[in-house]
């Protein structure tokens, strides 16, 4: 009896050291891209077994640091790289496209039904540098404007800085309290009467309150056609070229199979 079990154990040792393992490839960063990066792994692994996707989010800024410090393989970026970025780390990003998006200005549900369907430019800029600080400046009943926005890292919050703000270094003096991702600024939204934040497209429902901007609201047809001014494109990012594992995913990700994920989740396709 000894003597079986010792050879039953013997043969598992050789086995588990025969046995080849997955390839694991390491996604990491904006938590806009995110439900695309989780979903896609989810669909790519279940395809096949020779490579381990995994998916974590952290923001873009995060995504990128480590891509260029060897933690990650593949980051997820909601806008392109920094200069300052290339500066820091070298200039080795290799970009690949894989959705097309939007910045949704949104307001609590409250705000939206008391008639703040649309604002301008000049409008939210003037409620996040702190000028505007009570909703009926802009139409709606005498009630305190509660400013949302995204924590440093966030290519959201570098976006909307960069086109609303006119630099993605503007100071947001009105802003009350700072979010680490798409999914807390929704939260907070739809738990206020008076709040306003932005987030991206595929965030939005019908329990918040999108409205227009610059006269133009937010949808796959006006991200597609250019006519929403906050369109923005989605990445993806190696520092150098790809692992072979990791262009396989890329090559996942960018497929037909890919962009329809990528449209189920509330992206434009980018292909």
């Not at 300052?84 to 307001?107: Q, R, S």
């Not at 702190?130 to 139409?139: A, C, F, L, P, R």
Request: glycine fraction near 8%; charge should be negative.
């Amino acid at each position: 009896m000894r003597r079986d079990k010792l050879l039953a154990g013997i043969v598992l040792a050789v086995f588990l050291i025969a046995a080849p393992a997955s390839a694991a490839v390491t996604v990491s960063g904006s938590t806009t891209v995110m439900p695309l990066g989780e979903r896609c792994a989810e669909e790519f692994n279940d395809a096949q077994s020779e490579i381990e996707v995994s998916v974590t989010g952290g923001g873009s800024g995060v995504g990128i640091k480590n891509i260029a410090e060897d933690i990650s393989d593949i980051a997820m970026a909601s806008r392109q790289v920094k200069d300052a970025e290339k500066e820091t780390y070298g200039d080795n990003f290799v970009e690949f496209l894989i959705a097309y998006d939007a910045v949704c200005i949104a307001v609590s549900q409250e705000i939206y039904d008391a008639g703040v369907t649309e604002l301008s430019q000049d409008d939210v800029a003037a409620i996040y540098n702190g000028e505007i600080t009570n909703w009926e400046d802009v139409g709606s009943p005498d009630e305190e404007i509660y400013v949302l926005a995204r924590l440093p890292g966030s290519g959201t919050r570098d976006t909307f800085n960069k086109m609303v703000m006119g630099s993605d270094e503007a100071e947001t003096l009105g802003v009350r309290t700072y979010h680490g991702s798409n999914a807390e600024i929704k939260s907070a939204i739809t738990g206020s009467d008076k709040a306003i934040g932005y987030l991206g497209l595929n965030y939005v429902q019908d329990d918040i309150g999108v409205i227009a901007y610059e006269d133009v609201e937010p949808s796959a047809e006006t991200i597609e056609d250019t006519s929403y001014p906050l369109a923005r494109a989605l990445y993806m990012y190696t520092f150098g070229e790809p692992s072979e594992d990791a262009q396989a995913f890329l090559d996942f990700v960018m497929s037909e199979d890919g962009q329809t994920v990528a449209e189920d989740e509330g992206f434009v396709p980018a292909y």
